[in-house]
Nanobody, 123 residues
């Protein structure tokens, strides 16, 4: 139905930057809120940042001032620019979207997750 494909993860040194991308595709009528979550080893998945279709953003306190979420509505793509990375940012980063899905009975909204992309920050 809907697929979210992330890219941009990798290994970076402390203080470095990475840009994550996530493209939604499939039987999409539209995409509502999109966001990034992360899960570090041994920890629960946590919110990093979200953005509405209108561009309203929300950030975890731990990333405010360092990370910027943005989106391209025409391309159903969300980005996460990560600056001043620290070892504490090491995690698998997951893209999430609420997408309006095309169906014979009419469109409906559903929640989708990407498979995750690993970000490793080395000291």
């Amino acid at each position: 139905q809907v697929q979210l494909v992330e890219s941009g993860g990798g290994l970076v040194q402390v203080g470095g930057s990475l840009r994550l991308s996530c493209a939604a595709s499939g039987r999409i009528v539209g995409v509502n809120a999109m966001g990034w979550y992360r899960q570090a080893p041994g920890k629960q998945r946590e919110l990093v940042a979200t953005i509405t279709s209108g561009g309203n953003t929300n950030y975890a306190d731990s990333v405010k001032g360092r990370f910027t979420i943005s989106r391209d509505n025409a391309a159903n793509t969300v980005y996460l620019q990560m600056n001043s990375l620290t070892p504490g940012d090491t995690a698998v980063y997951y893209c999430h979207a609420y997408a309006m899905v095309r169906a014979l009975a009419g469109p409906y909204e559903a929640s989708y997750w990407g498979e995750g992309t690993l970000v490793t920050v080395s000291a």
